[in-house]
């Protein structure tokens, strides 16, 4: 029968399965293993060349490999007195992935989905918020996720003018 099946050689291609499309795998070595490192998004197809003895024959794989989701950044909040008003917006940038959610919170309450936000990148702040809230974004790409930055919409109370008492201007 021969001496058991080793792996003579690793090839690779980026574009196709076809086997005229394939190159010799960046760092390989005539092992039954080979270890992939430092690719960037996309697909790869990947070819062990084994030498089973008698024949020499190719068993493949493809590697398909998803950027990191990158939360991005928000533009920062706004600051009221009393409550808020409308036209406040606050903008995500810097993304990379799919919107999933807008997420709100007023300390020390834990955030929680703003529902209808999925794709949006850019949020209106409701009038009449009357506490400081803090917003943020979850992104997803692929089987990774994160989350923005967070930007705080500030609602400090209003201030009430006193009233003078007596005395002589």
Not at 21 to 41: C, E, I, R
Not at 59 to 87: E, P, R
Not at 97 to 126: D, H, Q
Request: glycine content about 14%; hydrophobic content about 35%.
């Amino acid at each position: 029968l021969g001496p058991p099946a080793t792996a003579v050689g690793w090839i690779y291609s980026t574009t196709t399965d076809d086997l005229d499309q394939y190159g010799p795998a960046p760092g390989s070595t005539a092992s039954n293993t080979y270890n992939v490192t430092g690719l960037a998004p996309g697909t790869y197809y990947f070819r062990a060349r084994v030498n089973g003895g008698l024949d020499t024959t190719d068993v493949s794989t493809t590697i398909i490999v998803t950027a990191n989701a990158v939360g991005g950044t928000l533009s920062s909040g706004s600051t009221f007195c009393g409550t808020t008003t409308a036209g406040s917006t606050i903008a995500l940038a810097g993304h990379t992935g799919t919107i999933t959610r807008w997420e709100s919170r007023v300390l020390p309450a834990a955030f929680a989905p703003i529902a209808a936000t999925a794709g949006l990148t850019v949020y209106n702040v409701p009038a009449g918020i009357t506490q400081t809230t803090e917003y943020r974004v979850f992104v997803e790409n692929g089987s990774c996720n994160a989350y923005s930055t967070v930007s705080t919409v500030t609602v400090n109370p209003d201030v009430v003018g006193g009233t003078l008492a007596g005395g002589a201007l």
